[in-house]
């Protein structure tokens, strides 16, 4: 009876070591990334070449990517709608 007891013990104690260890995955996958970005993409750097800086028109106030924009005389950055 005794040694019932314990594998029952032993069960019941592995058993919960699994779930804690599962949980602490889901919960590391879960809470680790922004919820709005792409399943499997952490967080990205500012120094990561595919991250586009978003500038404002200096005419307009549009957003766009800085490649996109021109610069016009006074070195400001303008939509191409209102680039020289």
Request: charged fraction near 20%; proline fraction near 10%; include cysteine.
């Amino acid at each position: 009876m005794k040694l019932f007891v314990l594998l029952v013990v032993l069960f019941l104690f592995i058993l919960w070591k699994k779930n804690q260890r599962r949980q602490s995955l889901f919960k590391d996958a879960f809470f680790s990334q922004n919820p709005f970005d792409p399943p499997g993409q952490g967080p990205q750097s500012p120094n990561d070449p595919t991250v586009m800086e978003l500038l404002p028109c200096a005419i307009c106030g549009v957003h766009a990517a800085k490649n996109a924009l021109k610069k016009n005389g006074r070195g400001e950055y303008v939509c191409p709608k209102h680039g020289a």
